[in-house]
């Protein structure tokens, strides 16, 4: 979310303060809150104004928060001012450090907002930002207790759910992790008002917090109950006739909370000093490219084949123009600005209102090396989308779930497939060092003879011999004692075959009577 940050954690020596000084929480805003060219500074030691004075005063639940040394409150939300609205300090004139951001340690909590198919919340989460150089993984403690962060992309980490959203929204979350050798520090600032834009220009599902309201772009607020009326009264300002209000009647909608759906601005609205926490929902008319979906590689980087579509929002006049490449562009269906070869791989160059943007589009070598991923024992690994074999083991086989047990043409051969307890098939694919023969239950002799049966795989006559090196070989001499077990235990239980057919039959007898001979001969 634009202007929730996160500071670095450094040691500050405890200022001294007098009985006529108000503490003020330590924060400041991102140069996003705060109107593009327009800076102002907030006084220490002034007093703020709630801005449920909108319309009510609201008392929420009072959120538990950790008792430990060093704990800050999350600081109270600034939203955008008006230009003329500049805030000096009272009394000795000291400023407080200006909102930009000074440090790479600075991070972003999003708001992120996804509607199910029925119309109700489905999620609801923060998205917390991550920096070149943090943990792929990393605990954090705060208002939520102790959390893990586990990296979604270079830039973020997975979203993280609300558990009690409407106190957490109203009166602000902070985080702290710590790394080897320097410690993080995420703030949401609490409010009663949040905008939220289309995620996909983010690279993230559903609407994602912004600074306030996009002309002619689709989005999403979420308000306290008690300020329905004011914001209604704000966006028909604006020019959003289309929007509906869903209450908390609505699953997943927080108690206390409104969502406006389908927030589309269509006129620029000033400012005001009267009601600062509705500026949010002033949109601007200054014109602001938006680079929506595709397959984002970095941050002005797309896959080539995969490129993202291109839209511009703000006030536009009759002499608006837009080129890509120095040839002019013209709108899609979708209202995406298109030009000849905007599309193909290398740099590109966009221009409008005097500005220029550039975006890449980059291919990508598609040769990659696979590997054992995931190796579960059943004679195959799974990497990606791809199915690879062992080394020795090499022929595919899909067998019945009760006939683990293979039997191969050459005596000696045979196998037993490992089978998942927590896998429900009916069938087992399976790579095995031979040509099985036969499937046969796991133990034959005492399988249930009414329901086991014996499946033929592969229609290939036995060996009759067995070369007598071999024999000499004790670990051979074991597998072709369980080969010969094997068969006579299914014949002696009088096992039927799976398909009562001549030929069948006859392989199956033979089989038998090379089992027997062999174990007369090793008698």
């Known amino acids: 979310m634009r202007g ?82 500049r805030r000096r300090a009272s009394g000795n004139g000291e400023r407080l450090p200006s909102p930009t951001p000074t440090t790479n340690a600075d991070l972003r909590l999003r708001v992120q907002l996804v509607f199910g198919r029925d119309g109700a919340v489905k999620i609801l989460a923060l998205v917390p930002d991550r920096r070149e150089g943090m943990p792929s993984e990393l605990e954090i403690t705060g208002t939520q207790g102790a959390l893990r962060l586990i990296e979604l992309r270079d830039d973020c980490y997975d979203p993280v759910t609300l558990a009690n959203p409407a106190g957490f929204l109203r009166h602000g979350i902070e985080w702290r992790g710590r790394g080897d050798a320097r410690s993080w520090r995420w703030v949401l600032g609490g409010r009663e008002l949040y905008v939220l ?3 996909d220009e983010f690279g993230l599902h559903g609407f994602i917090s912004a600074s306030r309201l996009s002309l002619n772009q689709r989005h999403t607020v979420l308000a306290d109950a008690g300020l329905r009326d004011a914001v209604s009264a704000a966006l028909a300002n604006a020019g959003c006739a289309t929007h509906r209000i869903i209450d908390d009647g609505t699953p997943g909608v927080p108690p206390g909370w409104i969502v406006c759906r389908d927030v589309i601005p269509t006129r620029p609205v000033p400012m005001s000093d009267e009601h600062e926490i509705l500026n949010a929902l002033c949109p601007t008319h200054d014109l602001e490219p938006h680079f929506v979906g595709g397959v984002r590689i970095e941050r002005n980087t797309w ?29 899609a269906a979708d209202g995406a600005h298109e030009a000849p ?34 190796d579960f024992g059943t ?145």
């Open 379 to 523: 004679g195959a690994a799974i990497c990606g989308a791809t199915i690879l074999p062992s080394a020795s083991l090499r022929h595919p086989v899909r067998i019945p779930l009760k006939n683990p047990l293979l039997i191969g043409p050459q005596p000696g051969e045979i196998f037993v497939c490992p089978v998942r307890d927590d896998v429900r098939s009916e069938s087992i694919l399976a790579f095995v060092p031979f040509n099985p023969v036969w499937a046969l239950p796991s133990d034959p002799l005492h399988a249930d003879k009414r329901s086991a049966r014996i499946v033929l795989l592969h229609s290939r006559p036995p060996a009759t011999g067995v070369d007598s090196a071999k024999r000499a070989d004790c670990d051979f001499r074991r597998t072709l004692w369980r080969w010969i077990e094997a068969i006579n235990d299914a014949g002696r239980k009088q096992l039927a075959l799976d398909r009562d057919d001549g030929g069948a039959r006859i392989l199956w007898k033979r089989y038998r009577a090379v089992a027997k001979q062999l174990w007369r001969n090793m008698r």
């Open 197 to 199: 834009a289309p995620g």
């Open 4 to 85: 929730c940050i996160a500071h670095a954690s450094r040691p500050e020596a405890p200022a001294k303060k007098t009985e006529a000084q108000t503490e003020l929480p330590k924060t400041s805003l991102t140069a996003d809150e705060a109107p593009r060219g327009k800076a102002f500074a907030i006084a220490a030691g002034a007093s703020t104004q709630s801005s449920l004075a909108v319309s009510r005063a609201l008392e929420g639940p009072t959120l538990p928060e950790p008792q430990t040394p060093g704990t800050v409150r999350p600081p109270t939300y600034r939203p955008p001012a008006a230009p003329t609205a």
């Open 341 to 374: 070869n905007w599309d193909s791989a290398g740099e590109h160059r966009l221009w409008f209102a005097d500005r220029t943007v550039s975006y890449a589009l980059r291919i990508i070598s598609e040769g990659w090396d696979g590997w054992p991923a995931h």
């Open 303 to 331: 896959l080539a084949g995969s490129p993202p579509r291109i839209r511009i929002t703000g006030e536009f006049t009759d002499e608006f123009q837009v080129m890509i490449d120095g040839h002019p562009t013209h709108l």
